[in-house]
C-alpha cells in the first residue's frame, strides 16, 4: 500500500475507541475510524508503514451482516454523535466486551480475566436515555439554512439538525424544534468558528428522568445590541413557555455569554430568563441539585445500575472506614457509600460541582461528608486524616502519574476505579499491579446505547502473604544471628513506615533479609503446602527495607 492509494477490504476487528481493523484481499491492514465488524469498506491510505497502516474511511460498499436492514435513527450516517445504531443492542454489547477484554487481559492476564469478569450490564433504556445534551448551531451546507444539531460525521463545521435524535426524548426533541425555528424566523446568525463572527452558539438542554424537571440554557456570542436581544430572548422564552406539549415540567430557561474563540460551552455569565437555574434529579432514593454546568452522569436510570455496581464492589470495606471520594463531581458515589461509612471526604477539581455536592450532602441529610475544591494531586498534602478506603472515579484521561503514586502509597487495603474511558484504566493498572495491587473483581456498565463508550468497574485489592500462603512461627525455636539481633521485625516495619509512608509484611522483610544471606529458621515463613506461592516483594518495598538494614547495620 502507498499513501494516498485508495483500497477495499473488510473490517475484522474493532478496538477502542472504535478503531477498525481493515484487511484487504492481499492481506495488508490498516486501522480506519468509523467502522463496523464485519463491513467492507473503501479505504484512503494515510500511513503505510507495516506496524501502523492507517487510513481514512471513504465509502461503506457492503454493509455488515451484524447490523438490521434500518438503523434505530433517522440521522444515523449522517450525524457524527452514535455509531452503533445500526446494530442491535446485543451486538452493541458484545462489541463493548470484546474491546474491554482486549485492552484489560493483556495487563490482568487472560486468568484473572476469566477469574474476576462479572460481565456486562446493560443500560435501562436503549433509547431516549440521556439527560443532558448541547446542540450546536450551524449550517449542514455552506451558507444554507440554520441548523441546530451535532455536527455531521467526519466534519468540524458542519451540522446536521437532530429533531428525530433517538438517545433523548420528546421533551429534548421538541426545545430543540421551538428554538430553531423561533431563531431561524428572526433571522439570526450563527457564530462561525472561521471568523469568530455570529452570535447563535450552543443549546444545552438537562431533563431529569426521575422528576421530569427541564432546564434550558441558550449560549450566544455578545454580537448583538443589548436593547434588541433583550426582545429576542423575551420572544424565545414566550415560545417555550407557550407550547402545550410539555410532557416533563419546564423549571428554568437562561442565557449564557460566551465569547471565547474555543468551540466550547463556556460559562461567562449566566442571567435567569425564566424560573431558576437547577433542577432536581434522583438517585438511589438520593436527591441532587443540578446546575447547567456541573457534573452529572448523562443516563440517570443507567447511574443507578452503575453505582449500584461500584457499591455491591465495596460491600463491607468502608463500613465504618475513613474514605476518600476522589474526582468526587457532585458527591454522588460519596452520598451512596456514605451511610455505611465512618467519614467521606470527596475531592473535585471543578469548584461549582463542589458547592453542588455540599448542597447534595445537606439536601440528603448526611452529615458524615466534607467535599474538598482542588486539583487532587495537590490536595492530598493538605488532607490530614488518612483513609481506609478510596474511590477513584476520574475524568477521561485517567489519573495523573504523581498523584497515581500518593494514592497508592497511602496503602489502603482495597480501592474502587470507576473508569469512562479504558485506555486510561489499563494504563493505571499497570501501575497498580506493579505496586503490589491485584484486581479482584470487574464488570462493565453500559451508560452510552448506540455509541462505543463504555464504563468499567474494577475492585483492587493489595496482594497480601495471607492470600497465598500459611506463616507459622516458633519464636522459642529462632536461633537469632548476630545480624537478625540488630533489629526486630517490628522495628524494621515501623522504621520503613516512618521513612518511606508505607507498610511493609513480615514476608517482605523476610525475603529481603534473604537475599542478603541472612537465614532464617526453616520454619520461619515457609508454606504448609508444596503447591502455596509466595507473592514476590514489590521493588519499592525491597528498596525500603534495604534501607532499614543498613540503618540498623544489619547489611
Not at 477484554?101 to 484473572?112: K, R, S, Y
Not at 540488630?486 to 533479609?513: C, D, M, P, R, S
Request: hydrophobic share 35%.
Amino acid at each position: 500500500m502507498k499513501r494516498g492509494e485508495v483500497v477495499q477490504g473488510k473490517v475484522i476487528k474493532v478496538n477502542f475507541p472504535n478503531k477498525g481493523i481493515v484487511e484487504t484481499a492481499e492481506g495488508d491492514r490498516l486501522r480506519v475510524k468509523g467502522v463496523l465488524p464485519g463491513q467492507t469498506v473503501s479505504v484512503r491510505v494515510k500511513k503505510s508503514s507495516k506496524e501502523k497502516a492507517q487510513g481514512n474511511l471513504l465509502s461503506v460498499d457492503a454493509p455488515s451482516p451484524l447490523e438490521m436492514d434500518c438503523p434505530a435513527c433517522v440521522h444515523f450516517g449522517k450525524c457524527g454523535g452514535c455509531t452503533y445504531q445500526s446494530l442491535p443492542y446485543e451486538q452493541q454489547l458484545k462489541i463493548k466486551e470484546g474491546m474491554i477484554h482486549d485492552l484489560m487481559a493483556p495487563v490482568i492476564g487472560e486468568d484473572v480475566w476469566n477469574a474476576t469478569y462479572e460481565g456486562i450490564k446493560a443500560s435501562p433504556k436503549q433509547f431516549e436515555y440521556r439527560n443532558k445534551m448541547e446542540f450546536s448551531f450551524g449550517d449542514e451546507v455552506k451558507d444554507g439554512p440554520l441548523t441546530l444539531g451535532m455536527h455531521k460525521k467526519g466534519s468540524f463545521y458542519d451540522v446536521v439538525t437532530v429533531d428525530g435524535c433517538q438517545i433523548i426524548d420528546a421533551d429534548m426533541r421538541r426545545v430543540l424544534t421551538i428554538t430553531l425555528d423561533y431563531f431561524a424566523n428572526a433571522k439570526q446568525p450563527y457564530y462561525r468558528k472561521n471568523t469568530h463572527e455570529g452570535y447563535l452558539r450552543h443549546l444545552l438542554v438537562r431533563k431529569a428522568a426521575k422528576t421530569g424537571e427541564i432546564l434550558v440554557d441558550l449560549v450566544t456570542s455578545t454580537q448583538i445590541s443589548s436593547i434588541y436581544e433583550i426582545a429576542l430572548l423575551e420572544g424565545w422564552k414566550q415560545a417555550l413557555i407557550n407550547c402545550p406539549d410539555w410532557e416533563g415540567k419546564l423549571t428554568g430557561i437562561l442565557h449564557t455569554k460566551n465569547d471565547r474563540e474555543a468551540d466550547v460551552v463556556c460559562d461567562e455569565g449566566t442571567e435567569i430568563l425564566y424560573g431558576q437555574d437547577w433542577f432536581k434529579e434522583e438517585i438511589l432514593g438520593l436527591s441532587f441539585t443540578i446546575t447547567p454546568f456541573s457534573f452529572f452522569q448523562t443516563n440517570s436510570l443507567g447511574a443507578e445500575v452503575l453505582y449500584s455496581t461500584a457499591r455491591d464492589f465495596i460491600a463491607g470495606g468502608a463500613d465504618g472506614a475513613e474514605v476518600y471520594d476522589l474526582y468526587s463531581g457532585t458527591g454522588t458515589i460519596a452520598q451512596v457509600i456514605a451511610p455505611a461509612a465512618k467519614h467521606v471526604t470527596g475531592v473535585e477539581i471543578i469548584a461549582e460541582a463542589v458547592e453542588a455536592a455540599k448542597d447534595n450532602a445537606k439536601l440528603n441529610g448526611l452529615e458524615n461528608c466534607d467535599f474538598i475544591a482542588g486539583d487532587v494531586l495537590k490536595v492530598l498534602d493538605d488532607i490530614t486524616e488518612k483513609p481506609d478506603y478510596i474511590i477513584l472515579d476520574p475524568p477521561r484521561d485517567g489519573i495523573h502519574p504523581k498523584a497515581l503514586d500518593k494514592i497508592i502509597d497511602y496503602g489502603v487495603d482495597s480501592l474502587v476505579y470507576i473508569s469512562c474511558k479504558p485506555t486510561s484504566l489499563a494504563r493505571d493498572l499497570e501501575v497498580f499491579l506493579a505496586r503490589g495491587y491485584k484486581v479482584t473483581r470487574l464488570a462493565c456498565v453500559d451508560m452510552f446505547p448506540g455509541t462505543y463508550h463504555v464504563e468499567t468497574v474494577v475492585l483492587l485489592s493489595q496482594q497480601k502473604p495471607d492470600d497465598h500462603i500459611e506463616i507459622e512461627i516458633n519464636l522459642d525455636e529462632i536461633d537469632a544471628t548476630s545480624a537478625e539481633s540488630k533489629a526486630t521485625y517490628k522495628e524494621i516495619e515501623e522504621w520503613v513506615q516512618e521513612h518511606y509512608g508505607f507498610h511493609v509484611t513480615n514476608l517482605n522483610i523476610a525475603q529481603v533479609k534473604q537475599k542478603h544471606g541472612i537465614i532464617e529458621r526453616e520454619n520461619y515463613n515457609k508454606p504448609k503446602s508444596e503447591n502455596s506461592r509466595q507473592p514476590g516483594c514489590p521493588e519499592e518495598k525491597v528498596k525500603a527495607i534495604e534501607e532499614a538494614l543498613r540503618y540498623f547495620q544489619m547489611i
